[in-house]
C-alpha cells in the first residue's frame, strides 16, 4: 500500500507535472503513428517462412499465377444474356482498360496484362471447315451483329476450359479475370473500375469480386470504420458517463486516460515497427471499455463518497485505499488473458495480444496517477454539485430519474440472499445447456463475409458464384513422387532398351552400346547423361544410310521414352487419373468447376478429329499427348498451358474453384481429395499437396484456433493461481473464476445456438471475455471480504454489497454495453461482432457476478469465511465508510417516501 | 492573277525536282528497300535447307528445345513459297511434320502431321500471329509478312540502316499498332524489329544476332525473340544452311507428310 500513498502523494502534491508527463508522452509516442504501414493481408496470419506459405508462394511463381480481381458483367435483361453487340463491347472496352492500369505511385503494383482472361485475349479451338482446326481469337473485335455475338456465344460454351470459367452456361454472366502484381493493389482496380463503369448506361450490371479484393477492400473500410467507429464508441460512452455523474469536468477525466492509452499505444507499435493488421487496428476498440472501467470504479466511489468529507484528498486516499488491489489485480488479470495470445502461433495476433496488455497496464497506471492529479486540479467549486447526496437532491426536485438503478439491485441483493439455492441450481441448468450449444459451433471463417451481406463485395460474390463455376481458387498441386534415378540404373535400362530395338544388328548395337558405355562413365546426372548420350547418337546417325537410319531413330525414340519418364503429367494413365480426380471433386458439391492439363488436352485431341464427341478424350501414347500439345502451343498463348503443368511436366496444377470462401468448405474438399487418393492409389507415385488463398486461409484458421483454445486454457490458470493468491484461498479463487466460466459459456452457446461461425473475431474475443468478466468478480469479491470483515455476518456484508459496490458494477456493465453500440451500424461484420460481443460480456459477467457470486457465498459461507472472524480484524476500520453507507440508505429511503 | 500562279507552279515544280535530287542522291524509295528487305529475308535462292534449334527461354529461366529441319522451295522472288518443317526434338514429337503453302494473293494453306496419332490435319491460316510450336516466333516470322498488310515510311538513314515503320493497314487484324524495322543497308537483311502495343509500348523485339555469307547469300544464322512483358525469350540458331539444292515441287505435297523426304537428312 506504502507504494500507492507514495504515488497518491506525487499525484496530488504535484498534478500539473504528472499531467504534462502523461501529454508529453501521448505526444511523442503519438508521433509515431505518423509512420503507420497497413497491413491488411489476412495471408500474413501466417509468419512468411510458414511453409505452406513458402509453398503457396512458389506454385505462385512457378505456375506465373497471380492473385486475381474477376470483373462480371450480368445482363438478365437481354435475351441473349450477355451475347449483344452492345453488352460484349462494353466487355471489350473493359478488358483494354483494365490492361492499361497500373499505381503511378509505385511501379510494383500494376495489372499483369499478359495472363488477363477475356474473350478477348483467349483463344478460341475451332472448326474452320474443310476438315481445319484453328485457333482464333475467341472475340478479336467486339461484333456488329447479332449473329456474331451468338458465335462468340456458342464457341465459348462448346469449349469446356471457359465454359463455368469465362462465360456462364446460361449465357447470362461473363467473366474478365484480372490478375494484379500484389495483391494490395486490389482495391485500387476496384476503384479504377468502378469509375469506368460509373459512366456506362444499359442493361448490365457489374460485380467485381475475388479474394484480394475482399481482403483489401476490408482493409481499406476498416480503416475508415477506425476513424468512425472508435470515436463515436468514445462520444457514447462520455454521454452515458455524463447521465450518471452529472459532471463534465470530471468524466473528461477517463476519456482523457482512454484517448492517452490508445495514442501511446499505438504509438508504440508503429514505432517499434510492427504493421497494422486487421488485427490490430481493433486495439483501440478493445483498450477503450479496458481503460475507463478502472476511472469508472474510482469516480463511482468518489461519486459516492465525496460529499461526506468535502475533502478530496481524504476521499481520494480512501477511495484508492479501497481500489488499489482490485484495480491491480483486474488489470493484470485482463493483460494475462491478452498476453497468453502471445502463445498462439499467429503473428498478428501475438503482436495485438502483446499490446492490448501493455495497453491495459498502461491505462490501470495512468488511471492511479492522472485520476487523482486530475481531481486536485479541479476547482472546489466544481466539485461542490458532484456526488450522491446532490444526485438525491437533484433527483427530489424532478421526481424523474431513469437510471435509479439503487432500488433494483436491493430487490436483487435480497432475492440473491433467499433464493440462493435456486440461483445456484438455474445456473447449473444453464451451464448444461450451454454446453449443448457450445458441441454446436461451427469453426468456419470466410473473409467475404466480414462485410454485412450487402455490401457491394458481398453481392458481387453472390451473384457471380451463382452464374461461375467458383471464384474462390485453390490450387492443387500434383508432383512426380518418384526418386530420380542414379545414371546407374538409367544406363541398364537404355542398355535393355537398346537391345531391343537394333537385335539383329549387331553393327548399329555395338556403336550403340559403345557410346552407351563412354557417357555413362562421364556423366555425372541423369540430365548431361541422357542430353550427352542424346547428342552423339544423333551425330552418328547423320552418315547411316536410310534404313540404318529408321532403326537408329528408334533407339532415339526409346531412350526419350526413358527420358521421359519422369515426366508423368504426359503420361496417358496420369491424365486419366487426373480426369477421375477432377471428376470426384464436382461429386462433392463445392467445387464447381476445375481445370487441368487434362482438360485442355482432351479439348484439343477433340478438336484435332474434327470435334469428334468420342475424341473428347486423353490421347492413348505419351507422345500423343505431347503431339496434342504442342498444336495447342501454336495458339496466340502458348503459355497458357504452363499455369497447369511445369514445361518439364513433373509437376501439375489442378485449379480448383470453388463456389464461396467457406473454410469449412474448402475442408470438405481436402478430405474428399485425400480420401480419393487413398481408395484410388496412382498408376505412378504423386504426392499432393494445397496452395491457393482458400486453403492457406484454411490453414492459419486451423492454427488459430487450436492457439485461441491453448492460450485461453492456460490464461484461464494463470488467473485462477492469481485469484488464489489474490484472496490466499484456492475456494476464492475458483470463485471468481464463475462469473467468467458461466459468461463465457453462454456467450459461445449462443453463437452454436444462432449458428454463428466460430470466424477470427469470435475467437480473439475470448480473450477479452476473461480480461472482463474478472473485473467484476474481483471488485465484488474483494469488498465482499472487506465489508464482512467489519460486519462479520454475511447477511449484512449482503446488503452493503448491493449498495455502492454494486451501483458501480452496473454503472460499468451499462456505459460500456450501450456505449459500444455504434459499431452495431459498421458495414463490417467483425465490427458488429466486437459490438455485441462487448454488450454482452458486459451485461452477463455483471449479471452473473451480482448475481451467482452472493448466492454461491451464501450457500458456501461456512467454508468461505472460516478463520475470517476468528481472524482479529485488519488494522483500519473504516468507519467513516460505513456511515456513508448508512447515509446513503437514508437518502435513497427518504426519497422512496418523497415520490 | 494568272501570271502569279504560273510563276508559283513552275517555281514550286522547280524546288520540288530540286529537292527529290538532294536528298534521292543514292538514296531510295521505301517500297524499293522493303522490297529488298523481304527478298533477303525469306527469298534467297530458289529454294534451301537449314537446321534450326530454337531455344525457348521462359520468364523464370527454364528452358525448352525445339529442333527441326526446314526445306523451302520459292515460286518465285516475292512470290508464292513452299515449307516443309520436319520436327526432331522434343523426341516425344519426333517425325511431326509440317507443311505451308504461302499464297501472297490468298490464306496460306497449312497442313500438320502427328504421328502419334497418324493424323494430318490442316490448320486454317486465319491468324498467322499465333505462336510458332510454342516459341515466341510467330509463324509470320518464320514465313514472312505480307507487305501489303502494312503501309510503310521510312523515318530514318543512319550509317548502316534504313530505319522503316510500318502501320497496319487493318489494325483490328493485329495486336500491334505499329513497328518499326532496321534494314541493313548493305545484305538489305532486316536485323531488328520492335513492335509496339495499342497502347504505344514496346512489347515484343525481335533481332538477327549473327549474320554470315553462305553460297552468296547474306543469312541470319542466329535470331532472338523477346517478349518484353514476359520477359521471356526465343533464340534460333540455324545450321547447315544450303541454297539452290534443286527441290522438287512434289516433295511438298501432302502425301511426304507422313513420309519425310530424303532432303530432310544431309
Redesign the interface.
Known amino acids: 500500500m506504502s507504494k500507492n500513498n507514495l504515488l497518491l502523494k506525487y499525484s496530488i502534491e504535484w498534478p500539473k507535472t504528472v499531467t504534462a508527463l502523461m501529454v508529453i508522452m501521448t505526444i511523442l509516442l503519438g508521433a509515431l503513428i505518423m509512420n503507420i504501414q497497413v497491413d491488411t493481408d489476412p495471408e500474413n496470419m501466417l509468419s512468411e517462412d510458414e511453409a505452406v506459405r513458402v509453398f503457396h508462394n512458389q506454385v505462385k511463381?512457378?505456375f506465373?499465377l497471380q492473385d486475381v480481381v474477376v470483373l462480371g458483367i450480368v445482363n438478365e435483361n437481354d435475351p441473349d444474356g450477355v451475347f449483344n453487340p452492345a453488352t460484349l463491347k462494353k466487355v471489350h472496352e473493359l478488358t483494354?482498360f483494365a490492361?492499361?492500369l497500373s499505381d503511378p505511385n509505385d511501379p510494383e503494383k500494376h495489372v499483369v496484362?499478359?495472363n488477363i482472361l477475356a474473350p478477348g485475349t483467349v483463344?478460341a479451338i475451332e472448326q474452320?471447315?474443310?476438315?481445319?482446326?484453328?485457333?482464333?481469337?475467341l472475340m478479336?473485335?467486339p461484333p456488329q451483329t447479332r449473329e456474331e455475338s451468338h458465335k462468340i456465344r456458342d464457341l465459348a460454351m462448346n469449349n469446356p476450359l471457359l465454359k463455368g470459367t469465362l462465360v456462364s452456361e446460361d449465357g447470362k454472366a461473363l467473366a474478365i479475370y484480372i490478375p494484379i502484381s500484389k495483391k494490395d493493389y486490389a482495391y485500387q482496380v476496384r476503384s479504377a473500375l468502378q469509375e469506368k463503369i460509373e459512366d456506362y448506361s444499359g442493361k448490365e450490371q457489374y460485380h467485381i469480386t475475388g479474394l484480394p479484393v475482399a481482403e483489401d477492400t476490408f482493409g481499406v473500410e476498416m480503416f475508415i470504420q477506425m476513424a468512425i467507429s472508435a470515436p463515436l464508441a468514445m462520444i457514447m460512452i462520455f454521454i452515458l458517463m455524463f447521465i450518471f455523474f452529472k459532471n463534465l469536468k470530471l468524466i473528461t477525466a477517463p476519456m482523457i486516460i482512454a484517448m492517452a492509452t490508445v495514442i501511446s499505444t499505438m504509438g508504440l507499435l508503429i514505432g517499434t515497427g510492427n504493421t497494422v493488421h486487421i488485427m490490430s487496428s481493433m486495439i483501440p476498440i478493445f483498450l477503450m471499455p479496458i481503460a475507463v472501467v478502472d476511472s469508472v470504479h474510482i469516480l463511482s466511489e468518489f461519486f459516492d463518497l465525496y460529499q461526506q468529507t468535502k475533502n478530496r484528498r481524504a476521499t481520494l486516499e480512501k477511495v484508492m485505499g479501497h481500489l488499489f488491489r482490485p484495480m491491480f489485480f483486474t488489470s493484470v488479470t485482463s493483460a494475462t488473458g491478452f498476453a497468453s495470445l502471445a502463445l498462439t502461433p499467429i503473428p498478428p495476433v501475438r503482436t495485438f495480444g502483446l499490446f492490448v496488455a501493455f495497453g491495459i497496464m498502461l491505462a490501470w497506471f495512468l488511471t492511479i496517477v492522472f485520476i487523482p492529479a486530475y481531481i486536485s486540479l479541479l476547482s472546489e467549486k466544481s466539485l461542490n454539485n458532484f456526488g450522491t447526496v446532490v444526485a438525491a437532491k437533484n433527483k427530489k426536485r424532478t421526481k424523474k430519474d431513469y437510471f435509479n438503478i439503487t432500488k433494483p439491485l436491493r430487490w436483487l441483493g435480497d432475492f440473491t440472499y433467499y433464493r440462493a439455492k435456486f440461483i445456484a441450481t438455474a445456473s447449473l441448468i444453464i451451464l448444461i445447456i450451454a454446453a449443448f450449444g457450445i458441441m454446436q459451433i461451427e469453426i468456419n471463417d470466410n473473409p467475404i463475409k466480414w462485410f454485412a451481406k450487402d455490401h457491394e463485395v458481398r453481392v458481387a460474390d453472390r451473384v457471380l458464384n451463382e452464374h461461375f463455376g467458383g471464384t474462390h481458387e485453390a490450387y492443387l498441386i500434383l508432383t512426380n513422387g518418384k526418386k530420380q534415378s542414379t545414371v546407374g540404373e538409367i544406363s541398364t535400362q537404355v542398355q535393355k532398351s537398346v537391345s531391343t530395338t537394333l537385335t539383329a544388328h549387331d553393327e548399329l548395337l555395338k556403336t550403340a552400346q559403345a557410346i552407351i558405355t563412354n557417357v555413362e562413365e562421364n556423366a555425372k546426372t541423369a540430365d548431361v547423361y541422357f542430353s550427352k548420350l542424346?547428342e552423339l547418337w544423333?551425330s552418328v546417325s547423320?552418315d547411316m544410310n536410310?534404313e540404318d537410319?529408321d532403326l537408329w531413330?528408334n533407339s532415339?525414340?526409346a531412350?526419350?521414352?526413358i527420358?521421359?519418364q519422369n515426366q508423368i503429367f504426359?503420361n496417358p494413365e496420369v491424365l486419366n487419373y487426373i480426369d477421375k480426380l477432377e471428376d470426384y471433386m464436382l461429386t462433392t458439391g463445392i467445387v464447381g468447376k476445375s481445370n487441368s492439363v487434362t482438360d485442355i488436352v482432351k479439348k484439343v485431341h477433340q478438336e484435332?478429329?474434327a470435334g469428334d464427341e468420342e475424341k473428347f478424350s486423353v490421347?492413348e501414347?505419351?507422345?500423343?499427348v505431347?503431339?496434342?500439345l504442342?498444336?495447342l502451343?501454336?495458339?496466340?498463348?502458348?503459355?497458357d498451358?504452363?499455369h497447369l503443368v511445369?514445361?518439364?511436366y513433373s509437376q501439375a496444377n489442378i485449379w480448383v474453384q470453388l463456389k464461396n470462401g467457406n473454410n469449412k468448405d474448402m475442408e470438405i474438399t481436402l478430405a474428399g481429395v485425400d480420401k480419393f487418393f487413398k481408395n484410388n492409389p496412382p498408376p505412378v507415385e504423386i504426392d499432393y499437396k494445397w496452395a491457393g488463398l482458400t486453403y492457406i486461409n484454411v490453414v492459419w484458421q486451423d492454427k488459430m484456433v487450436k492457439g485461441m483454445l491453448n492460450s485461453f486454457l492456460s490464461s484461464f490458470l494463470v488467473v485462477l493461481i492469481l485469484m488464489s493468491i489474490l484472496f490466499r484461498s484456492v475456494l476464492w479463487g475458483l470463485l471468481a473464476m464463475v462469473p467468467l466460466s458461466i459468461t463465457i459459456a453462454i456467450i459461445y452457446a449462443l453463437i452454436g445456438f444462432i449458428g454463428k461461425d466460430y470466424d477470427m473475431p469470435v475467437a480473439i474475443l475470448s480473450s477479452l471475455t476473461l480480461g472482463l468478466a474478472i473485473d467484476f468478480a474481483i471488485h465484488f469479491l474483494e469488498r465482499t471480504r472487506e465489508i464482512y470483515k467489519q460486519t462479520g455476518s454475511w447477511e449484512a456484508t449482503s446488503r452493503l454489497m448491493f449498495e455502492e459496490p454494486a451501483r458501480a458494477i452496473t454503472r460499468n456493465v451499462i456505459v460500456i454495453a450501450i456505449g459500444f453500440t455504434p459499431l452495431l451500424l459498421a458495414p463490417l461484420v467483425p465490427y458488429q461482432t466486437v459490438g455485441i460481443f462487448l454488450a454482452s460480456i458486459m451485461a452477463i459477467s455483471g449479471l452473473a457476478t451480482i448475481v451467482i457470486l452472493p448466492a454461491l457465498i451464501n450457500i458456501l459461507k461456512t467454508k468461505l469465511f472460516k478463520g475470517t472472524s476468528n481472524r482479529k480484524l485488519q488494522s483500519e476500520i473504516d468507519e467513516q465508510y460505513k456511515t456513508t453507507i448508512i447515509n446513503d440508505i437514508n437518502d435513497e429511503e427518504q426519497l422512496e417516501v418523497i415520490s | 492573277m494568272n501570271n502569279n500562279n504560273f510563276i508559283l507552279k513552275t517555281l514550286t515544280t522547280a524546288l520540288l525536282i530540286l529537292a527529290h535530287f538532294v536528298s534521292g542522291a543514292g538514296a531510295m524509295d521505301v517500297e524499293t528497300i522493303i522490297q529488298k528487305a523481304n527478298n533477303a529475308a525469306y527469298y534467297a535462292g530458289d529454294d534451301g535447307r537449314a537446321e534450326i534449334k530454337m531455344e525457348i527461354t521462359d520468364s523464370q529461366n527454364r528452358t525448352r528445345i525445339r529442333k527441326f529441319v526446314i526445306l523451302r522451295k520459292d515460286e518465285k522472288d516475292g512470290g508464292n513459297q513452299m515449307f516443309y518443317v520436319y520436327f526432331q526434338r522434343p523426341s516425344d514429337v519426333r517425325k511431326m511434320s509440317f507443311m505451308v503453302h504461302k499464297n501472297t494473293k490468298k490464306d496460306d494453306d497449312r497442313w500438320l502431321y502427328l504421328p502419334a496419332l497418324d493424323l494430318v490435319k490442316r490448320i486454317a491460316a486465319s491468324d498467322k500471329r499465333t505462336s510458332f510450336v510454342g516459341s515466341h516466333f510467330y509463324y509470320e516470322d518464320v514465313s514472312g509478312r505480307s507487305l501489303n498488310d502494312d503501309a510503310h515510311t521510312l523515318i530514318e538513314t543512319t550509317d548502316k540502316h534504313y530505319v522503316v515503320n510500318n502501320t497496319p493497314k487493318d489494325p483490328g487484324s493485329v495486336e500491334f499498332s505499329s513497328f518499326k524495322v532496321w534494314i541493313d543497308k548493305k545484305t538489305f537483311l532486316p536485323v531488328k524489329a520492335v513492335y509496339l502495343d495499342k497502347q504505344q509500348k514496346a512489347y515484343r523485339e525481335v533481332e538477327a544476332l549473327e549474320t554470315k555469307e553462305i553460297g552468296g547469300y547474306p543469312t541470319v544464322t542466329k535470331s532472338r525473340v523477346k517478349d518484353l512483358l514476359s520477359g521471356g525469350e526465343t533464340v534460333s540458331e540455324f545450321t547447315n544452311v544450303s541454297y539452290n539444292i534443286g527441290l522438287k515441287t512434289n516433295l511438298f505435297s501432302e502425301r511426304y507428310l507422313r513420309k519425310p523426304p530424303k532432303q530432310i537428312r544431309k
Open positions: 511463381k512457378t506465373d483494354e490492361k492499361t496484362s499478359q483463344d474452320a471447315g474443310m476438315g481445319q482446326v484453328s485457333f482464333n481469337w478479336k473485335e542424346n544423333e547423320d536410310n537410319y531413330l532415339l525414340d531412350l526419350q521414352s527420358r521421359d504426359k484435332l478429329y490421347p501414347t505419351q507422345n500423343g505431347a503431339q496434342t504442342i498444336s502451343q501454336s495458339s496466340h498463348n502458348p503459355d498451358l504452363w511445369t514445361p518439364d
